[in-house]
């Protein structure tokens, strides 16, 4: 076995060193790349996986028809759901059920994506929510009323705006 030469060591050790400062040094003088995250919004990726939506159909009915697909495909259970009948006066979805009770709990919740796969009406899709954040657990149990994408405000018609002009006279 053979000692190793102490100046070879030393030589060694010096350009390893030297190695490592350079990246350091190269990196320092690049420019940094940062987001301007509190004062501006963030850039997100186009298939960036946030909080869910439950969307609505063009007629405003909930796409939801409480298939529990979704519910079965995730793998932390944390999708609850209570089904309910549709009737003639009361028209929640298009199909014959539509979801009474739909909750996601974020505290379980892993944003795998498995829901919006298995879902057959599009029903459910990731938002690009991120700040569910919360020191309260029990706020992390998001009901069917947060996530439901609001009805959309139809724009008067002229017909309807001259009939209100017609009838403030």
Do not use: W
């Not at 060193?17 to 919004?41: C, H, L, N, Q, W």
């Not at 009361?90 to 892993?110: L, P, Q």
């Amino acid at each position: 076995m053979q000692m190793a030469n102490p100046l070879e060591e030393l030589i060694e050790s010096a350009s390893a060193i030297a190695k490592g400062m350079s990246v350091t040094f190269r990196e320092m003088m690049s420019p940094t790349i940062t987001e301007d995250y509190p004062d501006g919004p963030p850039k997100l990726e186009q298939r960036f996986r946030g909080v869910h939506v439950l969307q609505r159909d063009e007629n405003g009915l909930e796409k939801c028809v409480a298939c529990f697909l979704c519910a079965a495909a995730c793998p932390s259970n944390c999708i609850y759901i209570e089904a309910a009948e549709n009737t003639d006066q009361v028209r929640i979805s298009g199909g014959e059920r539509y979801a009474k009770v739909y909750n996601i709990d974020y505290n379980r919740c892993i944003f795998c994506g498995y829901c919006v796969e298995a879902c057959p009406t599009d029903a459910i899709t990731h938002g690009h929510g991120f700040e569910v954040a919360s020191y309260n657990t029990s706020t992390l149990v998001k009901r069917k009323e947060d996530m439901l994408v609001p009805l959309r405000r139809a724009e008067p018609s002229v017909v309807t705006q001259e009939a209100e002009e017609v009838a403030s006279h």
